[in-house]
C-alpha cells in the first residue's frame, strides 16, 4: 500500500469530511490546548476541594485543640516558664476553678489587634492548667452579667479583665489597657505586659487575703505612678495614712515613705509621735521603704531612724558620673553596678542586698538598673551573720568608680558610692526566725525611670523581689516584658543557615535540572 505523506487524508476521511465539518467544540476537544488545559483544570478543582476540606478539618480540630504556632520574635502568646512556676506555687491545693472573664465576645475581641493580644494571651493560660477557663460576657446586651461585681464595688467596662475564684470568693480586675506600655510623650505601644497582668491577677485570687501597702502622707510626699501600679498588679491593697491623724492599717506588709519635704513627729509629739508609730510597725517584724533625693532638706527625726538601722542618705549634692551613665543625660541618669557580697558555690545568696538582684545579676547579659539625680548612702554596719537580734546592713546597687560627687567649690570627690541599701533585723517569732527590713534609695524618682513591667532595664525587677522579700507574699518577679518594637521573625541559626543553603543551591539545581528535561523532550517529539 503506497503510503500516504504527512497530513494527507484518506478518501474515507475526504467523504467525511466532505459530508460533514467537524464542529467548534469537536475540534477544541482534539486540540492540544484541550488535552493540557483539561487536566490543568481538573488539577486546580481538586487542589481547590482539598484545601476546603482541610480548612473544615483544622476548624473542627481547633475546636478542642490549640493550633496556634508563635512565631513572633518576642513569643508574644507563649506562657512562660516564670509564670508556670509562679502559678504551680500559689494555687490552691484543691485546685479551685478560677475564671478568666473578659467584657465582650470573643469575636469582637479578635477585630483588635491588641485586645487579641490580650485574648491569646489568656487562651495560653487555659492550655497550661486544667482549672482555669476563659469565658466572654457582654457587659453592654448583658448588663446583669456583671451586677455581682458592680456590688462589690468593681467600676467594670467593655475592657475590663476580671479573673474570679469563686470557691475562695476572690476577684481580682484589670484594664486591657494596663496590659501594654507606652514611652513618655508617645501613643504607640512599645510592649506588652499582659503576662505579668494575668499570672499577678490568678495569684491574687488564689491567696487567703489581701495583703495592704501603706504610703505616709502629711509631709508632702509623692505616691510613684509606676510604683503604685507595681503594688496593685502584684495584688496590694493601697492605703495612704497620715501618721501622726491616723491609726497604720494593721494589714500593712510595707511602709513607704517616698520623697518627705518636712520631718516626722518624734519623741515631743507624745502619743502622736510618727517615729514611734513606725518603730513599734517594724517591731512587729514589718518592713520599710524609703526614698530620698539629694535636695531632700534635714529631717533629724528621720535620720535618727535609719541611722538607728545603720544608714546614712548624704544629701545635698548629687552624683554624677560620665562614663557609666546613659548617653544625653549629663552624668546624672547612672547606670548601676550590682552590689551586696558575691554568691555562695552552691548559687544561694549571702546577703539579703544581693538576693534583691540575684535574678538580675546572674543572667548572661544583665540588664541596666539606672538611677537618677541620686544621693550616696553610708553603711554604718556591716556585718551580715544574720544572727538573732543583730542588724545587718548590705548594698544593693553601687555606682562605678568613676561616679564622683562635685563640690561647691567644684572638687571631684571619686569612688564607688551606694545608691540602694537594705538594713536587717533578725530576732524570733513563735520559734521560728522572723526578719524585719528597710531599703533605702537616695533617688526618690527610681521607679518613675522606666515603665513599672519594662524588663528592658531591672528597676521593676528589684522592686518586685522586694515585695517578695518584705511582704511574706511572692510577687511577679522573673517575668519579662514582649517587646512590640520588632517586627522580624527571628530563626535559630541553624534553620537560617540552612534555609540559605536550600535557597541558593538545592532549588537553583532542581529547577535546572527539569529545564533540561522538558527541554529535551520537546525536541524529540
Known amino acids: 500500500m503506497k503510503r500516504l505523506k504527512k497530513n494527507q487524508l484518506t478518501l474515507e476521511d475526504s467523504f467525511q469530511t466532505a459530508g460533514k465539518e467537524p464542529s467548534a467544540l469537536s475540534r477544541f476537544l482534539k486540540s492540544r490546548r484541550a488535552k493540557y488545559g483539561s487536566v490543568a483544570a481538573i488539577f486546580t478543582a481538586v487542589v481547590l476541594l482539598f484545601a476546603l476540606l482541610f480548612n473544615v478539618l483544622l476548624s473542627a480540630i481547633s475546636e478542642n485543640a490549640p493550633l496556634t504556632l508563635d512565631l513572633s520574635a518576642s513569643d508574644v502568646f507563649t506562657l512562660s516558664d516564670a509564670s508556670k512556676a509562679l502559678i504551680e506555687e500559689a494555687m490552691p491545693e484543691g485546685e479551685e476553678k478560677i475564671l478568666v472573664r473578659f467584657m465582650m465576645p470573643e469575636d469582637q475581641l479578635k477585630e483588635s489587634e491588641y485586645y487579641n493580644m490580650a485574648l491569646e494571651c489568656a487562651k495560653s493560660y487555659r492550655e497550661a492548667f486544667s482549672n482555669i477557663e476563659v469565658e466572654f460576657l457582654d457587659i453592654v446586651t448583658r448588663p446583669s452579667d456583671v451586677a455581682a461585681y458592680r456590688k462589690l464595688g468593681f467600676s ?14 476572690r476577684v481580682k480586675m484589670f484594664g486591657i489597657e494596663t496590659c501594654f506600655l507606652t514611652r513618655e510623650g508617645e501613643q504607640q505601644y512599645y510592649g506588652f505586659d499582659g503576662e505579668t497582668q494575668f499570672t499577678a491577677a490568678i495569684m491574687a485570687v488564689c491567696r487567703e487575703k489581701t495583703p495592704v501597702v501603706t504610703f505616709t502622707q502629711g509631709h508632702g510626699e509623692t505616691v510613684p505612678v509606676q510604683l503604685e501600679r507595681m503594688f496593685v498588679t502584684a495584688g496590694y491593697t493601697v492605703c495612704r495614712t497620715n501618721l501622726a491623724a491616723e491609726e497604720l492599717n494593721p494589714d500593712t506588709e510595707i511602709l513607704v515613705i517616698s520623697d518627705p519635704q518636712t520631718d516626722f513627729l518624734g519623741i515631743s509629739a507624745g502619743e502622736s509621735s510618727e517615729i514611734d508609730a513606725i518603730t513599734e510597725y517594724l517591731n512587729g517584724f514589718r518592713d ?32 554624677r558620673d560620665d562614663k557609666a551613665s546613659l548617653a544625653s543625660s549629663g552624668g546624672e541618669i547612672l547606670i548601676s553596678t550590682y552590689g551586696g557580697a558575691a554568691y555562695q558555690q552552691d548559687g544561694s545568696y549571702s546577703t539579703f542586698g544581693s538576693a534583691l538582684h540575684k535574678n538580675l545579676s546572674t543572667q548572661q547579659s544583665p540588664p541596666m538598673t539606672i538611677v537618677a539625680d541620686a544621693a550616696p548612702i553610708e553603711l554604718l554596719i556591716t556585718n551580715t551573720d544574720g544572727e538573732a537580734g543583730q542588724r545587718s546592713a548590705d548594698s544593693v546597687l553601687t555606682t562605678s568608680e568613676d561616679a564622683y560627687l562635685l563640690s561647691e567649690k567644684g572638687k571631684k570627690t571619686t569612688g564607688v558610692y551606694n545608691l540602694m541599701a537594705l538594713s536587717t533585723v533578725a530576732g524570733y517569732q513563735n520559734d521560728d526566725t522572723a526578719y524585719s527590713h528597710m531599703l533605702v534609695c537616695g533617688s526618690s524618682s527610681f521607679t518613675e525611670m522606666v515603665a513599672s513591667g519594662d524588663s528592658s532595664y531591672g528597676n521593676s525587677e528589684i522592686i518586685y523581689t522586694a515585695m517578695t522579700l518584705m511582704g511574706k507574699e511572692t510577687a511577679p518577679q522573673g517575668i519579662e516584658l514582649k517587646k512590640l518594637d520588632d517586627k522580624t521573625l527571628t530563626v535559630p541559626e541553624g534553620y537560617a543557615q540552612t534555609a540559605m543553603t536550600l535557597s541558593m543551591t538545592v532549588l537553583p539545581g532542581i529547577v535546572f535540572l527539569l529545564g533540561i528535561v522538558v527541554h529535551l523532550r520537546r525536541r524529540h517529539k
Open 288 to 319: 520599710v521603704m524609703v526614698f530620698l533625693s539629694p535636695d531632700t532638706q534635714e529631717l533629724p527625726e528621720l535620720d535618727a531612724l535609719l541611722k538607728e538601722w545603720g544608714l546614712i542618705v548624704h544629701r545635698g549634692v548629687a552624683l
Open 156 to 169: 467594670v467596662d467593655a475592657l475590663s479583665v476580671i479573673v474570679d475564684c469563686p470557691a475562695k470568693n
